[in-house]
DNA sequence: GTCTATAAGCGGATAGAC
DNA sequence: GTCTATCCGCTTATAGAC
């Protein structure tokens, strides 16, 4: 078994293992158990747990934010701000088509992103800001810019529920689905969900201020 | 020291301890150091620790859906089905005022009930579906009977949109707030956040279906 | 009801043989 | 690079004195 076999199968375990379960709740034991390799490989070759946890986000988020960055270099040709539409498809795109063609699931990325937010790991957090930081913000100015009549702390409060609603709703996607088909017999598919979100997202970003027309109530 | 007072004492450090870190990574140890209390305490009180931990959502779920219910049933007088503002605003306002008059910090409710997804903790689940799903699908009829022209299935996935944003950026609200500070200089209250959350909430549950008018790009 | 003492086990990590 | 064996801290839980 070459070195870098042993290393994809901790990698492989570890992602599945802490999809499901959380990191806390993961053990060195059952991760090298079901990869298949011995304990003391993880310490080899990863260092110690939380560089194993590191590792696993690395895998997923560097060719996640390489894509979208390619994507918004490739529609920012234009001088002028992007659309809104075309930006919340560059990202579910991106998250989707992108990452599954390379044979990481979407689902996974996000209940793991999930995760990162709100288990207490503040090494993770660390680290997912100072290594990706930047691409976030890129990405967050550029929506920015494309609303330019909501005011910068309602445009940041309202990313934040986007974010929520997209993270929540995603990772826990295969139990809200099983409710659904459940409830009323109809299966939802990731790009379905997806094509709900999107428009949904938009609403909320652009819902009339507090001082605006609609939503004038009695 | 009396019973309740011990029992009262675990179950103040508990809450606060178990909303900062999670449930595995709060030791019964912790717990009971913080509280002042034996160690045995908690299971000569509880039982375990996982009945601790069901223990601390009873206290905040019990009140709350007290409360959401009269709420409820006092706006349901009429005989013809509530406004969408009306729900949330009984939402939140129960959310808010109803808990906080008990002494009881909203944002820690939400970050406890956001744990309840992530964490996971089959019990919890299991416990809180069986004592308070009841309370929690005569809100979701009411929602849904409030938006008669939107097909169920969409309405459902609203209502996970919706729930995600509400639960994770209010249980995340300290620290999204301390970033807003310190880039833009604005303090945002509870109050202001749930002003903002409202109406995007609504934004999103009465967004144009795919098929509909607005939205229709390029 | 409250305490001490201890059981019994799992956790991450490492030394050292191969 | 891989393995076994082991260290040691920390966990939940309980038995039994007070």
């Known amino acids: 078994m070459s070195q870098s076999d042993t290393v994809h199968r901790i990698l492989d375990a570890a992602e ?10 993961t053990s060195l034991r059952t991760i090298t158990s079901t990869a298949g390799v011995n304990l003391a490989a993880v310490n ?19 060719p996640f934010t390489d894509i979208l960055n390619r994507e918004l270099n490739r529609r920012g040709g234009a001088s002028e701000p992007l659309q ?10 991106v998250a989707l088509a992108g990452l599954a063609s390379q044979g990481r699931d979407p689902k996974r990325f996000m209940r793991l992103l999930g995760l990162a937010y709100t288990q207490s790991q503040g090494h993770l957090r660390r680290f997912i800001v100072s290594r990706y930081g930047d691409s976030y913000r890129r990405f967050a100015g550029q929506l920015a810019a494309a609303l330019p009549h909501v005011d910068p702390v309602t445009f940041y409060w309202r990313l934040y529920f986007m974010l929520g609603a997209t993270v ?6 295969d139990a ?3 409710i659904l088909r459940e409830d009323f017999g109809a299966e939802s598919s990731l790009e379905e969900t997806l094509a709900r979100l999107a428009p949904a997202a938009v609403a909320m970003l652009t819902a009339p201020m507090p001082g605006e027309s609609a939503g004038d109530n009695h």
């Open 16 to 25: 599945v293992l802490f999809a499901e379960r959380g990191f806390t709740e």
């Open 168 to 173: 929540f709703s995603l990772s826990s996607f």
């Open 44 to 62: 080899y070759h990863f260092g110690s747990k939380k560089e194993l946890i590191q590792a696993v986000f690395e895998r997923f988020l560097t």
């Open 176 to 178: 809200i689905e099983a």
């Open 84 to 93: 809104l539409d075309d930006l919340l498809q560059s990202l579910y795109r």
